[in-house]
């Protein structure tokens, strides 16, 4: 499995980016597609996740700003990102958990795209 991040960029406070995954090769179901963040000097943390049955987590901090979706038949996962605040600038990254038996069993990263929000 590949995954393809993209949608990066620059934009001002209270802009908006849209982050896509693009997924290859044999994804498989369950599994559940997460976007991670890592800012300069921190550890990377998960901001939002959504289950191959559309169930979706997010972290509190982009919670009412942010939403997560995905194309199954297009393997391809989404991060709708409003209201940016120069707090959200970080190295974005998507990852992919495939399950066995209801268990983790394998993770995919795809490379990073990076998200600065200047004030």
């Known amino acids: 499995v590949q995954l393809q991040a993209s949608g990066g960029g620059l934009v001002q406070a209270g802009g908006s980016l849209r982050l896509s995954c693009a997924a290859s090769g044999s994804t498989f179901s369950p599994n559940i597609m997460g976007w991670y963040r890592q800012a300069p000097g921190k550890q990377r943390e998960l901001v939002a996740s959504i289950r191959s049955g559309d169930s979706t987590f997010y972290v509190d901090s982009v919670k009412g700003r942010f939403t997560i979706s995905r194309d199954n038949a297009k393997n391809t996962m989404f991060l709708q990102m409003n209201s940016l605040k120069p707090e959200d600038t970080a190295l974005y990254f998507c990852?992919?958990?495939?399950?066995?038996?209801?268990?983790?069993?394998?993770?995919?990263w795809g490379q990073g795209t990076l998200v600065t929000v200047s004030s």
């Open positions: 990852k992919l958990t495939q399950y066995r038996l209801g268990v983790p069993y394998r993770d995919y």
